[in-house]
């Protein structure tokens, strides 16, 4: 799967937005762009995927650029309990099985 | 449904002992996976299941690691002759396809003293 960049942490204020960005500029044309994210002392849980177009779901949106090189995980209205570690992750559903995780973004929201 | 079930929750053993792990994954899901993950990283593929055959192995998984999932149900993951850098969370996942995101188990968290 090939490499993504993430800032090590960022801040939040309860029931503000959060953007987190993810940089991917050696994605192919059949990655997918995955985000999962892993709250204290829990294993990773899935939050959204998408391939070229927007994605909106119960728990976030991603927005994905136009040469498909970064993506940006919102949070519409951040609240305490979505602190946790969010991972960006490439992902070719063509080949292989494994999600490779790197070092990912700590969220801290603040009351 | 009540999601990816992994047991024992914790585990301290001493080294040179064997250790083993279950994953119960969703029922209706044919793919199992297991990653490691150590303090402060993300996690790392161990090995992947399709039914019951297993069709991935990472280099992680040494000759003293060996898993297995009987009738494409519940997976075992055992460790041999463990070491202090076996300590980890060792976390299951399972999906019903490729295509669709992973739901994690809460992991099995080894101590190895």
């Known amino acids: 799967d090939a490499k993504t960049t993430q800032p090590n942490s960022m801040e939040s204020n309860e029931e503000e937005p959060v953007h987190l960005p993810c940089n991917h500029s050696?994605?192919?044309?059949?990655?997918?762009i995955h985000w999962y994210r892993q709250l204290p002392s829990q294993g990773p849980e899935y939050v959204i995927h998408?391939?070229?177009s927007n994605v909106n779901n119960r728990m976030a949106s991603l927005a994905i650029a136009e040469d498909r090189k970064s993506s940006t995980l919102i949070l519409h209205r951040a609240t305490l309990r979505d602190a946790a570690v969010y991972y960006c992750i490439l992902r070719d559903h063509n080949a292989g099985n494994m999600l490779t995780f790197g070092g990912g973004t700590r969220l801290m929201v603040k009351p | 449904d009540t999601g990816v079930s992994q047991n024992p929750r914790h585990k301290i053993t001493k080294r040179g002992q064997n250790v083993t792990f279950r994953c119960d994954p969703i029922s209706e899901h044919n793919r199992l996976y297991w990653y490691r993950q150590t303090l402060g990283q993300g996690p790392e593929f161990l090995t992947y299941?399709?039914?019951?055959?297993?069709?991935?192995k990472s280099r992680l998984l040494s000759d003293r690691f060996s898993a297995e999932r009987p009738k494409g149900s519940f997976s075992t993951l055992e460790i041999q002759r463990t070491e202090q850098g076996d300590s980890a969370m060792y976390l299951c996942?399972?999906?019903?396809?490729?295509?669709?995101?992973?739901?994690f188990g809460s992991g099995t968290r080894l101590t190895v003293v």
């Open positions: 996942a399972s999906s019903p396809q490729q295509v669709y995101g992973y739901t």
């Open positions: 050696t994605i192919s044309g059949t990655d997918y």
């Open positions: 998408g391939l070229t």
């Open positions: 299941f399709q039914n019951e055959a297993q069709l991935e």
